[in-house]
């Protein structure tokens, strides 16, 4: 890998982006023909998840030896120390609704150097719609930038990941946000519901058991629109991660 990716954002972010493409056109292909691996309770894994990252890394390791933490699998290569540069990929984020044919699920691929996310790609397959973007980078929607949209605190996503706690206290605890927020979203996916809160869509995203692959990306976008986040746990672990869009 030449120097030049070490140093330059802007060509990382293209390698991410056209990394995405390549899981996300065969995702897009294969919807609606959803291969069961195994299934356990609220925990699913499909074969396009396999497969899917298995393209992803595949473009990321043309042009990159930087190590990958990755859903399927962990760590591929060498760990990242804490001041390394490393690449975080979810190749199916929102399998449980790809495997039903809820067309909501993405690609999520970000930059990370310890626990700051740089820069990310979100792509949504089935709308083609890729988000992407970093710190002094700003966030474009299919390249093109995008604005600061200023809060209205109107729409907040949530969700019960698959380590998350669905008991009616968990349920109770999500609830309470609507003493500051006027709508609650459950889309099934964390990487689109904080793309969509960089974008301006949500207003804020929250969710207690989620894991870093799946909102490494999407934070990275808020904070280019200057969105506040917060992330609680070690980043191999279930983490309680709050991000919104501020003035």
Known sequence: M??????????????AEEA???????????????????????????????????????????????PILAEEGGWLGELANNNALYWVVDPLDGSYNFKNTVPLFAVSIALCKGREP??????DPIRQ?????????GLAIDGQRVRHVAPKRDLFASGIPTYGD??????AAIAT???????????????LSLAWVAAGRFDGYSEAGIFWWDVAAGLALVKAV??????????????VVFAERRQ
Do not use: N
């Not at 669905?166 to 349920?171: A, N, T």
């Open 177 to 191: 946000h609507l003493e500051y927020w006027r709508k609650l979203r459950m889309i099934g996916s964390a990487a």
């Open 20 to 66: 995405a493409a390549a899981g996300g056109d065969f995702l897009r292909q294969s919807f609606g023909q959803a291969g069961v691996l195994s299934q356990a309770g609220r925990d699913i894994k499909l074969t396009e998840d396999e497969r899917s990252q298995e393209l992803i890394t595949k473009a990321l390791r043309e042009r990159s030896d930087l």
């Open 129 to 137: 719609e890729r988000f992407s973007g970093g710190l002094d980078l």
């Open 226 to 239: 200057g969105g506040s986040c917060s992330v609680q746990g070690d980043i191999e672990e279930p983490l």
């Open 2 to 15: 030449t120097e030049s990716y070490l140093t330059d954002p802007a060509e990382m972010l293209k390698l």
């Open 118 to 123: 740089l820069l990310g790609c979100i792509l």
């Open 166 to 171: 669905s008991s009616v206290g968990g349920l």
